[in-house]
């Protein structure tokens, strides 16, 4: 069974420097790895979507890496800011028809001016 | 704007009193699903469709029923609801390139 971890449960960084967010799988043969943002009250925000073929998607200062031999991914933010402050997802999509998404618990990120 | 909308935002009801959570996208996605969110335990799928008069059931389907009718709506219904339905669920609806996209959520609270 596909089971998705995200360490840590939370993290505090000063304004502007670069940080990295990590999420772990269980089961290598995953379709794609979705990284979302969610802020209190406005929902998923998707960020970044991987397919099972790629190695890396960029977006902005965003940049997200996949090894699905380590059963690893990443997100990489450059340059943080205040309003980069929220909770921030990943799911992995099941390789089966159902495209169901097995989720993280996430990594609450806090960006101190 | 391309979106998923659900409605109401927040419900609070009591235990056995029948409701519906509506979800509508404007994407004509053949894929929408519903998801719970509870403290610790991430996101859990409850139902899906893969198209119209096409449902079937997730990780959590106990004590929720859905229906397809029509491609841009699909509701969630409690027939008798229970407190440990409080939480946050979400509605999605999946595109071509696989991403996934949510509606703002609907924060329920049976008491």
Known sequence: KQEVTQIPAALSV??????????????????????????????????????????EQTSGRLNASLDKSSGRST??????QPGDSATYLCAVG???????????????????? | EAQVTQNPRYLITVTGKKL????????????????????G????????????????????????????????????????PSPNQTSLYFCASKGLAHEQYFGPGTRLTVT
């Open chain 1, 14 to 55: 000063p304004e502007g420097e670069n940080l990295v967010l990590n999420c772990s799988f269980t089961d290598s043969a995953i379709y794609n790895l979705q990284w979302f943002r969610q802020d209190p009250g406005k929902g998923l925000t998707s960020l970044l979507l991987i397919q099972s073929s790629q190695r």
């Open chain 2, 41 to 80: 335990l991430g996101l859990r799928q409850i139902y899906y469709s893969m198209n119209v008069e096409v449902t079937d059931k997730g990780d959590v389907p106990e004590g929720y029923k859905v229906s397809r009718k029509e491609k841009r709506n699909f509701p969630l219904i409690l027939e008798s």
């Open chain 2, 20 to 39: 519906t959570v509506t979800c509508s996208q404007n994407m004509n996605h053949e894929y929408m699903s519903w998801y719970r969110q509870d403290p």
């Open chain 1, 75 to 80: 997100l990489y933010i450059a340059a943080s």
């Open chain 1, 94 to 113: 099941r390789m089966d028809s159902n495209y169901q998404l097995i989720w993280g618990a996430g990594t609450k990120l806090i960006i101190k001016p």
